[in-house]
């Protein structure tokens, strides 16, 4: 069985990063912020080498200093790991190679951009380098400079403070291709005495403006997380309708990736959990080597496959947790946990607008929760009392979501504080948006879940005086089902959200779509058409060949009232093609046949979003 490749909209033109830092470099004025930035230093365990924070002089000229990734290998050996830029220098630049760096003036705001220096020889490996103009064609830069030239660039310019990262110093001595020790070899050419004397370095005040700019994203950034969210969507939808010929863990982690990649996306954005059975029940399951619960194993009836999995696309991410039956059917039980987890989410998607603090809906999905469970009999009490003693959390034992962009746990929304350890002066964080309200163009996930960990049950149990709130004959009938999350990323607007995530989460829809495909992928396989290849296939969709239907099924799902939000704003996703006429239900079907029959079986395709054409890769 194929996926069914969803057609992206793909940017090709450079990303318009000079916004990015325009942003952070207005966030860097902020008085709130750099009152943050001032305390963080006067707090600072021990300062480290010539660094100072304080604010800056009127006229004191100042620059961003950061390096990006560079190429490195398994431990021992020459073999390549894969390269992925560090989010906080694609930010500022876009650039998805090794061994750059980027010097951003915070007075004339010139991005200068510094390629790594390749000698001829080594050119035979990785081939020529880019030329300076090539680079400007493909990065959102005003300058390119030579490594040699930066220390006469600083010099001349009479820079006094350089703003760069926390992490600046600390890795000082521990890596040859740090920032610190780049600028380090920079600083010993040239007028290196002088240099030192005159530069100051904050290393608080850029990461506090970075991790700001990057809570709220620009209209292109969300259209990015879209794609890579529609995407994956389908994906968790082709696991439902290839699970009869998957036996292990692996291989659904292994389709999941496949199915991404058929439609371009083939990096992830974290590693898939794959967890079946009591496996569940951990939050970050990643090992996905056991084979599927099957056969007459003890409570198999019950079992689920938990699906954490999201790609990436230009870098940026997706988050969505989808949780299915083994066998294809919820077990009485098993439907009964997944349905209070889905009344978790769907009692905070009713509430959720710009304006709203996220405290008040980790309350709301606790407090149903317990609810639920007090209903079913596996709590017992009172359940204001219950919640004051944390007893919910037995069952439920992370945060309801947080933010998503470059990186899947996205920064932003947390307010830095010093390591407690003495020894330590690196940063650490509240929780997600414990001080301030939700804003719009945030994109967070929504993901309560509810598990039975046999370990983390028995601790709370077992606490002194706790035992007589958990009712464990029923806490029994119950274990079986493992765990269920649900985990959509959802875009804040100023009036409620749009849903991004497109894969269905209503248990009857899930039956459905695994019914379908069990059927028919059994007429398919008895068919005349069992020499179909999959790749072949696959290549002829992507030209516009029709290819059987079969292959890429979808029940009748068309009720959508998981993919609609309580704003105004439109609740439609986007046209890849921006050619297909609009659809009257929240899924358009593009045919690759003329047959009704055809039409009814292909996979749904997003219609019209108001974000098309929205964004513009000129400069202004």
Same mark, same amino acid.
């Given at each position: 069985?194929?996926?069914?490749?969803?057609?992206?909209?793909?940017?090709?033109?450079?990303?318009?990063?000079?916004?990015?830092?325009?942003?952070?470099?207005?966030?860097?004025?902020?008085?709130?912020?750099?009152?943050?930035?001032?305390?963080?230093?006067?707090?600072?365990?021990?300062?480290?080498?010539?660094?100072?924070?304080?604010? @800056?002089?009127?006229?004191?000229?100042?620059?961003?200093?950061?390096?990006?990734?560079?190429?490195?290998?398994?431990?021992?050996?020459?073999?390549?790991?894969?390269?992925?830029?560090?989010?906080?220098?694609?930010?500022?630049?876009?650039?998805?190679?090794?061994?750059?760096?980027?010097?951003?003036?915070?007075?004339?705001?010139?991005?200068?951009?510094?390629?790594?220096?390749?000698i001829e020889s080594e050119t035979i490996w990785k081939g020529k380098p880019d030329t300076s103009s090539e680079l400007l064609q493909k990065y959102d830069a005003d300058y390119i400079l030579e490594e040699k030239e930066l220390s006469d660039i600083i010099f001349q310019q009479d820079y006094r403070k350089v703003h760069v990262l926390d992490t600046f110093f600390s890795s000082y001595n521990n890596s040859s291709n740090s920032s610190s020790n780049f600028f380090k070899r920079i600083l010993l050419q040239g007028e290196s005495k002088l240099l030192q004397q005159q530069l100051q370095f904050d290393t608080y005040t850029l990461r506090l403006a970075i991790n700001e700019a990057r809570l709220t994203k620009f209209p292109y950034e969300i259209d990015m997380i879209r794609q890579a969210t529609t995407v994956s969507s389908h994906?968790?939808?082709?696991?439902?309708?290839?699970?009869?010929?998957?036996?292990?863990?692996?291989?659904?982690?292994?389709?999941?990736?496949?199915?991404?990649?058929?439609?371009?996306?083939?990096?992830?954005?974290?590693?898939?959990?794959?967890?079946?059975?009591?496996?569940?029940?951990?939050?970050?399951?990643?090992?996905?080597?056991?084979?599927?619960?099957?056969?007459?194993? @003890?409570?198999?009836?019950?079992?689920?496959?938990?699906v954490d999995a999201g790609a990436e696309y230009r870098y940026y991410g997706s988050d969505i947790t989808r949780t299915f039956p083994v066998s294809g059917k919820f077990s009485p039980e098993a439907k009964t946990i997944y349905n209070i987890v889905l009344a978790m989410q769907e009692a905070v998607l009713?509430?959720?607008?710009?304006?709203?603090?996220?405290?008040?809906? @980790?309350?709301?999905?606790?407090?149903?929760?317990?609810?639920k469970l007090t209903q079913i009999g596996i709590l017992i009490g009172d359940q204001d009392e219950l919640i004051r003693l944390g007893i919910p959390y037995a069952f439920y034992f992370h945060s309801l979501g947080h933010s998503v962009g470059l990186d899947v746990h996205d920064v932003g929304g947390r307010t830095a504080h010093h390591s407690s350890d003495k020894e330590d002066?690196?940063? @650490?964080?509240?929780?997600?948006?414990?001080?301030?309200?939700?804003?719009?163009?945030?994109?967070?996930?929504?993901?309560?879940?509810?598990?039975?960990?046999?370990?983390?049950?028995?601790?709370?149990?077992?606490?002194?005086?706790?035992?007589?709130?958990?009712?464990?004959?029923?806490?029994?009938?119950y274990y079986p089902v493992g765990g269920v999350r649900i985990e959509d990323s959802v875009l804040i607007t100023s009036t409620g959200y749009e849903n991004l995530t497109i894969a269905p989460k209503q248990p009857e829809e899930i039956e459905a779509v695994m019914a379908a495909a069990a059927v028919a992928s059994h007429s398919f396989i008895s068919s005349s058409s069992s020499n179909y290849h999959c790749t072949n296939n696959s290549n002829a969709l992507m030209n516009g060949t029709a290819i059987p239907a079969t292959l890429m099924l979808v029940p009748p799902f068309l009720s959508?009232?998981?993919?609609?939000?309580?704003?105004?704003?439109?609740?439609?996703?986007?046209?890849?093609?921006?050619?297909?006429?609009?659809?009257?239900?929240?899924f358009s079907t593009t045919t690759t046949s003329t047959t009704t029959d055809d039409a009814n079986n292909i996979l749904p395709t997003p219609t019209s979003s108001p974000l098309n054409h929205s964004y513009c890769f000129s400069e202004e």
């Open positions: 069985m194929s996926p069914y490749p969803v057609p992206l909209h793909l940017h090709n033109d450079k990303l318009p990063t000079r916004q990015h830092c325009l942003k952070v470099i207005e966030l860097m004025k902020n008085h709130d912020l750099i009152s943050a930035a001032t305390t963080l230093a006067a707090t600072t365990p021990r300062k480290t080498h010539q660094q100072e924070h304080r604010r @800056e002089k009127e006229n004191e000229k100042s620059i961003i200093f950061l390096s990006g990734a560079v190429d490195s290998v398994r431990e021992g050996t020459d073999v390549e790991l894969e390269f992925r830029q560090l989010s906080d220098f694609y930010y500022l630049t876009g650039v998805d190679e090794p061994g750059f760096c980027v010097m951003i003036d915070l007075q004339t705001h010139l991005v200068y951009l510094i390629p790594p220096t390749v994906a968790h939808m082709a696991l439902w309708q290839h699970r009869h010929s998957c036996t292990t863990e692996a291989q659904l982690a292994a389709y999941f990736r496949w199915t991404c990649a058929c439609s371009g996306l083939d990096r992830q954005a974290y590693i898939p959990i794959v967890a079946s059975g009591p496996r569940a029940s951990t939050l970050h399951y990643t090992k996905n080597n056991m084979p599927l619960p099957t056969g007459q194993q @003890e409570g198999v009836e019950h079992a689920l496959v938990l009713a509430r959720l607008s710009a304006g709203v603090y996220w405290s008040d809906m @980790e309350d709301l999905a606790v407090q149903i929760l317990c609810n002066h690196k940063l @650490e964080y509240s929780t997600f948006m414990v001080d301030r309200p939700l804003e719009p163009n945030m994109v967070i996930t929504v993901e309560p879940g509810l598990y039975f960990n046999d370990a983390y049950i028995r601790i709370w149990s077992q606490y002194p005086g706790f035992a007589k709130y958990f009712n464990m004959k029923q806490l029994q009938r959508g009232s998981n993919h609609s939000s309580n704003n105004n704003t439109s609740n439609t996703l986007m046209d890849y093609h921006h050619q297909q006429p609009r659809a009257s239900s929240s």
